[in-house]
């Protein structure tokens, strides 16, 4: 194992570089220098580095989740069940009033060792728990203990009765947060602010919200769940490409060219969608108007930790919305033609790496494997049988699972190799996991 930030070399693997002017190489190596990516080619130099052999397995850019709710992951399993935002804001959501400050740090931690141990290297935790001040302040703490690289998304939504008196000391904590985690791109905890849904906080609340993060120079992300809020805030002059919106179900394609025309992306999280319901159609019309779509989890109550789930469905969701449209214009059986199909796997690995790099602020940094870029990386093997014929993008989409990642570097440190964490983390966060639920439904619940 190697010592931290000690030179590294990965050895003979298939890289998947993500970059156009460097595309696929075969069995090439990857030179780590420090926290970055210092050459990519064949037969490099190892000269001072520790060596990885990576003889038969896929390199790929760290995985990178746009948006997850870190807190409910001890609460897996109890949205299995649900039909539909109803069932979501009765059983779910509603819990988070019962979480302590304890309670969010221990979730935290133990949801982000996990997301690492499935490759997921990067996540935007929308935290919509910041019950206190202190809950704020034990999720990012939590966040700095993982291993994982993240941008933080304070909440700005709390108790629903008591939002618009809690708002002042959020705003002033959201102040004081950003001198302490002033940190450039090489940070591996970033703070970003999570508005407050406007259904529930009313425009002039998120435009406070927005104000302030701007003088700050943070980024902000926010739940986009009801008809024609992008043009409320293009009207209003607060679009900008520093926004995250979510979900975005509803949008018009009009909308959708603002926020092409703003540069900005969506986050969207096809599992959650397709159990909340909820129209899939967006995926497709964004990526079409030119919208950089990226991925995430969403709500690990109900859905697994698990992005090369999320890929395959959002690849085959995009592949029946075209295959409907083809049918709709009376083109069957289908037939290619140019441009048909237009989504191919190696845009799934995209809206995972390069995309959602964009979309947390880190997209020169991170989301390719070149000279330069963060080290944040993920080795798969390629099963135990054979790997796929062509393109290997294809065999990371439609053919890996969490079980095929061997090796995680984040910040040029490995974190998981030979298919174990290192320094007994998965053993700390299960423990993490099992003092929450014992805390909120007592002994018999971590037994269950």
Not at 132 to 145: D, F, I, K, Y
Not at 203 to 222: N, S
Not at 410 to 420: L, M, P, S
Request: charged content about 20%; hydrophobic content about 45%.
């Amino acid at each position: 194992m190697t010592s931290p930030h000690e030179a590294l070399l990965i050895r003979g693997a298939t890289v998947l570089s993500m970059d156009p002017s460097l595309g696929n190489l075969e069995a090439a190596d990857v030179r780590i220098e420090g926290r970055r990516i210092a050459a990519v080619g064949r037969d490099l130099d190892s000269t001072g580095a520790g060596s990885i052999d990576a003889r038969g397995m896929i390199l790929i850019p760290g995985l990178i989740d746009s948006h997850t709710h870190l807190w409910q992951g001890p609460l897996k399993g109890l949205g299995a069940g649900m039909w539909g935002m109803g069932d979501y804001n009765r059983h779910i959501f509603p819990l988070r009033e019962r979480f302590t400050a304890e309670d969010v740090g221990d979730a935290t931690f133990a949801t982000g060792v996990e997301m690492l141990d499935n490759g997921i290297t990067s996540v935007l935790d929308f935290c919509h728990n910041v019950m206190t001040p202190a809950h704020a302040e034990a999720g990012l703490r939590a966040n700095g203990c993982t291993g994982q690289r993240v941008l933080f998304g304070y909440g700005m939504l709390g108790r629903f009765d008591t939002l618009a008196a809690d708002h002042a000391w959020r705003l002033a904590q959201v102040r004081a947060l950003s001198r302490e985690f002033a940190g450039g791109a090489e940070a591996l905890v970033r703070l970003g602010v999570a508005l407050a849904s406007m259904e529930f906080a009313g425009p002039e609340m998120v435009k406070a919200e927005i104000l302030l993060a701007r003088e700050l120079g943070l980024p902000m992300t926010f739940h986009q769940n009801v008809a024609g809020q992008i043009h409320q805030l293009q009207e209003a002059g607060l679009l900008g490409p520093d926004m995250l919106p979510v979900h975005c179900n509803p949008i018009l394609d009009e909308e959708l060219a603002l926020l092409a025309q703003s540069g900005c992306g969506i986050s969207f999280t096809p599992e959650s969608e397709v159990g909340d319901g909820r129209s899939t159609s967006v995926i497709a019309r964004a990526h079409r108007a030119g919208v950089t779509p990226s991925l995430g989890v969403d709500v690990p109550s109900r859905v697994a930790l698990d992005l090369f789930s999320q890929m395959r469905l959002t690849f085959l969701l995009m592949r029946a919305e075209e295959a409907e449209r083809e049918r709709m214009s009376g083109r069957w059986p289908l037939a290619r033609y140019p441009g048909t199909p237009f989504i191919q796997p190696h845009d799934m690995l995209a809206y995972a790496t390069v995309n959602a790099a964009r979309a947390i602020g880190l997209g020169e940094e991170l989301g390719r494997i070149v000279p330069g870029c963060l080290a944040d990386l993920v080795l798969l093997r390629t099963g135990r049988y054979s790997p796929s014929l062509g393109d290997p993008a294809a065999h990371v989409v439609l053919q890996a699972n969490v079980g095929d990642v061997d090796t995680v570097i984040v910040d040029g440190r490995v974190r998981k190799r030979g298919g174990a964490l290192v320094g007994g983390a998965r053993e700390e966060a299960v423990a993490a996991t099992r003092r929450v639920r014992e805390r909120l439904f007592g002994e018999t619940a971590s037994a269950a």
